[in-house]
Antibody, heavy 121, light 107 residues
């Protein structure tokens, strides 16, 4: 059974940093693209970032480009998101999602339950 | 970036109704479009990918169509469990994007 467990969220002041983690199990992690998607309270889904199986194709939403960095460790079945220069508008529930394939043409299939990030002074 | 516009934003319907949600892309995405259902407090669930392919385990009352810039999600006969929010998402190119969502509510 596919399992994605996010952690690392919390409350942080504007301008500070957080690192999110996603522990994956139940599938061959190194064979799949992975994604981060967020949802602000009461709002819709926003795609944040994606990474292909071997980390050589990475994309970011314009709203986080230059501040967030996605990475993965296939040996540890783990996905990460380093978030720097956090802003109040980054507040939301951050989901980790498994792709349908290893790279281009892949879409999110399975989602974790999310980790909550709150940016406030 | 590719923008996706869903309509309507809210849809009121009754059990048994046939409903259609539209998703328009700002440029051609061929058929690289997925549809998700989300219920309050839950993670999204994949319904359809490649514009019209039903994900395994999803009831056949759900169907998708379209290509290029215009897509639709149709539920042929609403069940009580279908009242939720629906999102389209393009995976044609980074950055991927979602539509703003369509809330399907009970009339």
């Amino acid at each position: 059974e596919v399992q994605l467990v996010e952690s690392g969220g919390g409350m942080v002041q504007p301008g500070r940093s957080l690192r999110l983690f996603c522990a994956a199990s139940g599938f061959t992690f190194e064979d799949y693209a992975m994604y981060w998607v967020r949802q602000a309270p009461g709002k819709g889904l926003e795609w944040v970032s994606g990474i292909n199986w071997n980390s050589d194709n990475i994309g970011y939403a314009d709203s986080v480009k230059g501040r967030f960095t996605i990475s993965r460790d296939n040996a540890k079945n783990s996905l990460y998101m380093q978030m720097n220069g956090l802003r109040p508008e980054d507040t939301g529930l951050y989901y980790c999602a498994k792709g349908s394939g290893y790279g281009s043409g892949s879409y999110p299939v399975y989602w974790g339950q999310g980790t909550l990030v709150t940016v406030s002074s | 970036d590719i923008q996706l516009t869903q309509s309507p934003s809210t849809l009121s319907a009754s059990v048994g109704d046939r409903v259609t949600i539209t998703c328009r892309a700002s440029q051609s995405i061929t058929n690289w479009l997925a549809w998700y259902q989300q219920k309050p407090g839950k993670a999204p669930k994949l319904l359809i990918y490649k514009a019209s392919t039903l994900e395994s385990g999803v009831p056949s009352r759900f169907s998708g169509s379209g290509s290029g810039t215009e897509f639709t999600l149709t539920i042929s006969s609403l069940r009580p469990d279908d009242f939720a929010t629906y999102y389209c998402q393009q995976y044609y190119s980074f950055p991927y994007t979602f539509g703003q969502g369509t809330e399907l509510e009970i009339k």
